[in-house]
T-cell receptor, first 117, second 116 residues
Framework: AQTVTQSQPEMSVQEAETVTLSCTYDTSESDYYLFWYKQPPSRQMILVIRQEAYKQQNATENRFSVNFQKAAKSFSLKISDSQLGDAAMYFCAYNGYGAGNNRKLIWGLGTSLAVNP | GAVVSQHPSWVICKSGTSVKIECRSLDFQATTMFWYRQFPKQSLMLMATSNEGSKATYEQGVEKDKFLINHASLTLSTLTVTSAHPEDSSFYIC????????????FGSGTRLTVV
């Protein structure tokens, strides 16, 4: 079975600084997706970034980028130029290819990020 | 695009009563809907997966008779918490797989249920 591990329950960063959130996963599959979701105080789940495992290039979305190390099964999220609005819970999630629409997301426990002014 | 509208956003009910939570896909057909429960500062716990026109598949430990899930159409899935008790108080979130978007999911805004 697949697992996702986020070893940092809480993190903090100064506004305008850079922070990296860690995520490791375990799978025997070769093709899969990895996600970072943000859940702000409103509790609306927001997709931050997505990575397809077959792509060697790390995904980037504006100030958010990932360091995807497939062999090491590591998928960290880097937030550059942190803003107050980045304060939220961040969840790492895994989803395999195929098996139709019933394929469920496997979630990490989350990292609570605080941004200090 | 690919919006799931979840209602109500919050509800307070008395012990012993039932509460229905609705999730509607507004601009796409949600063949599959996932229902989650989330406790404060914790991760999402999958309760069940529902497919349009068929019975939901419940995760181990989730009471089928307490959490009734109906997915009668491609745009509507409902979760009914029957005979609610204070321990059912939680945050419930629905999520749909986005067809045509590999690995894509969209989430409802959640329902905060308080049972008094």
């Amino acid at each position: 079975a697949q697992t996702v591990t986020q070893s940092q329950p809480e993190m903090s960063v100064q506004e305008a600084e850079t922070v990296t959130l860690s995520c490791t996963y375990d799978t025997s599959e070769s093709d899969y997706y990895l996600f970072w979701y943000k859940q702000p105080p409103s509790r609306q789940m927001i997709l931050v970034i997505r990575q397809e495992a077959y792509k060697q290039q790390n995904a980037t979305e504006n100030r958010f980028s990932v360091n995807f190390q497939k062999a090491a099964k590591s998928f960290s999220l880097k937030i550059s130029d942190s803003q107050l609005g980045d304060a939220a819970m961040y969840f790492c999630a895994y989803n395999g290819y195929g098996a139709g629409n019933n394929r469920k997301l496997i979630w990490g426990l989350g990292t609570s990020l605080a941004v200090n002014p | 695009g690919a919006v799931v509208s979840q209602h109500p956003s919050w509800v307070i009910c008395k012990s012993g009563t039932s509460v229905k939570i609705e999730c509607r896909s507004l601009d796409f057909q949600a063949t599959t809907m996932f229902w989650y429960r989330q406790f404060p500062k914790q991760s999402l716990m999958l309760m069940a997966t529902s497919n349009e026109g068929s019975k939901a598949t419940y995760e181990q430990g989730v009471e089928k008779d307490k959490f009734l899930i109906n997915h009668a159409s491609l745009t509507l899935s409902t979760l009914t918490v029957t005979s609610a008790h204070p321990e059912d108080s939680s945050f419930y979130i629905c999520s749909a797989r986005i067809q045509g978007a590999p690995g894509g999911y969209t989430f409802g805004s959640g329902t905060r249920l308080t049972v008094v």
